[in-house]
């Protein structure tokens, strides 16, 4: 972990001013209790463009305090250049801790994952999201998707489902798989790899959605029913692998394919980088891991 | 007139995120008990746990509701503009923000903003301020935020008013939100929560 550093100067506490948090902050209230209904606010410029998490920052930025120790990743990664540039833009405007450890973080803003290592009540998960809309490459206006949602009309993702079994003989949605949450509104789960879906499920964590460019905020609060879409002849399943991670031996956990060479060599390897390192940490070897050398060798 | 001794937030800018941390986390598991100590002295007759709650999540973009024993007094009024920049309004439907003195003078929950259909999050948030709040109590609580169930103690709980609350629970996504305030705690019953009393 690493410890508070003071705020830069010239900031208000993490970045953004006092009316524009409340704003926030009433958007998240309302979507807390509202389940899986996408709360319009207005999303302001960041210092980082759309795509970047420009939502997820906002969220957090309403709800960090100076006690919390923030986690951020990218596809499971604590060290890809937009976790790395979130962390440190938080922890100078407001000089909060930062870790790379799941189980440490009060806060814990993601792109595209939820970390393998089970989140408990005291923590926040707050999603950077592209595309809030589940229905929106299904229905292109607004005004349609905010009628189906009022009406609870959620046929045509169930046909989209269904035109994939009928194409490819079974449901190929493998990321931003849509969800049911508590028994009402159909919900992006953000582009995660559905492998993540089930862990959304009544976790005792809050989950939070941010999404800038679209201005919308959404939650799932903690022990809350995240069902993912499916028929009775087609269960929902996720991905499975058929080999552990290369370097930490880990099943059970999602794997990311690392190319190695030009004549097909390849390794698979946990996408969350904090759950490997601890495990290894740990004394697990996967296949590749190779051996450390002696003290005093190079 | 304001009154000169009440002041705003001792610091507006760490008050307020400790604060919405408690209401986001009462909200978010529905009658658990949040500790609330606010650090600001409102208006003689206007709790402090009320205020604060103000002060977190109004400003001048929405509209307050105030209870007759709080709208008799125009100090209230008066501090709330100064301090958070709300109007005040007459019209229960018209209010993100209700506060209410007296739970069992209120009007019907009916009469506060309910959202519609497309838009369930223009509703308001009642503010109610409660002689006591209890982990141990006749309401037994179930819903998202709760992992089987969860009882709460609520005094006053006015006769019939579990049953108003589960037709507003009928409502959803439509239906308000209540926040209970307490000495030094609150607790809140979003519009998801059942009740059943034990």
């Known amino acids: 972990m690493n410890a ?14 006092e009316q524009t948090k409340r704003m926030i902050r009433r958007a ?16 302001r410029e960041m210092p980082m463009p759309y795509g970047w998490g420009t939502g997820g920052v906002q969220v957090t930025a309403a709800v960090i305090g100076p006690d919390d120790v923030l986690k951020v990743i990218d596809q499971g990664s604590d060290d890809t250049t937009n976790a790395v540039s979130i962390r440190k833009f938080f922890a100078k405007t407001a000089g909060v801790a930062t870790t790379t450890r799941t189980a440490e973080a009060t806060v814990i ?41 009022a009406l609870a009309d959620y ?46 499920h009544r976790s005792p964590a809050l989950q939070l959605f941010g999404a800038g460019r679209e201005k919308r905020i959404y939650a799932v609060p903690p022990y809350t029913d995240v069902v993912s879409l499916d028929f009775e002849d087609h269960p929902f399943e996720v991905q499975r692998f058929e080999k552990p ?54 | 007139m304001l009154d000169v001794a009440s002041t705003g937030f001792a610091d507006p800018v760490l008050d307020a995120q400790a604060q919405f941390r408690a209401l986001a986390d009462a909200l978010a598991r529905p009658g658990s008990l949040r500790a609330f100590t606010p650090r600001l002295t409102p208006p003689v007759g206007f709790p402090a746990a009320l205020a604060s709650i103000a002060l977190t999540v109004a400003d001048h973009e929405t509209a307050i509701w105030l209870d007759p024993a709080f709208a008799a007094d125009p100090g209230i009024a008066v501090w709330l503009a100064f301090h958070s920049g709300a109007r005040t309004t007459s019209d229960p439907s018209e209010a993100a923000f209700a506060f209410v003195a007296d739970i069992r003078a209120m009007p019907p929950l009916a009469a506060f903003g309910l959202g519609d259909e497309a838009y369930p999050d223009r509703s308001t948030t009642l503010v109610i301020a ?10 037994v609580l179930s819903g998202p935020g709760i992992e089987t169930d969860r009882r709460l103690g609520v005094t006053p709980w006015p006769e019939g008013f579990s049953a108003q609350f589960a037709a507003n629970r009928a409502l959803f996504p439509r239906g308000v939100d209540l926040i209970l305030a307490a000495q030094g705690v609150i607790a809140a019953l979003p519009r998801t929560t059942r009740i059943r009393e034990a």
Do not use: W
């Open chain 1, 155 to 200: 046929g045509l993702m169930h046909v989209k489902l269904y035109e994939d079994i009928a194409r490819h003989g079974h449901i190929a949605t493998t990321y931003d798989y849509p969800v049911e949450v508590a028994g009402r509104y159909v919900m992006n789960p953000s582009p995660t790899p559905k492998f993540d879906n089930p862990k959304m």
């Open chain 1, 109 to 149: 803003q993601t792109r595209h994952r939820i970390p393998e290592t089970p989140l408990s009540e005291g923590q926040i998960l707050v999603y950077q999201v592209p595309i809030p809309e589940p229905l929106r490459f299904l229905e292109p206006r607004e005004t349609e998707t905010r009628k189906l949602h």
């Open chain 1, 245 to 298: 991670c290369a370097l930490c031996a880990a099943t059970g956990v999602y794997l990311d394919e690392v190319v190695l060479d030009d004549r097909g060599g390849r390794m698979f390897v946990c996408s969350d980088s904090d759950y490997c390192a601890s495990r290894r940490d740990a004394g697990h070897r996967g296949e590749m891991a190779g051996d450390a050398l002696p003290a005093g060798q190079s």
């Open chain 1, 28 to 43: 998240i209230l309302k979507a807390i209790a509202i389940p899986g209904y996408q709360v319009p606010f207005a999303s």
């Open chain 1, 4 to 17: 508070p550093s003071p705020a830069e100067t010239g900031y208000n506490f993490a970045y953004l001013d």
């Open chain 2, 130 to 139: 409660v002689e006591s709040l209890a982990e141990e109590g006749a309401l």
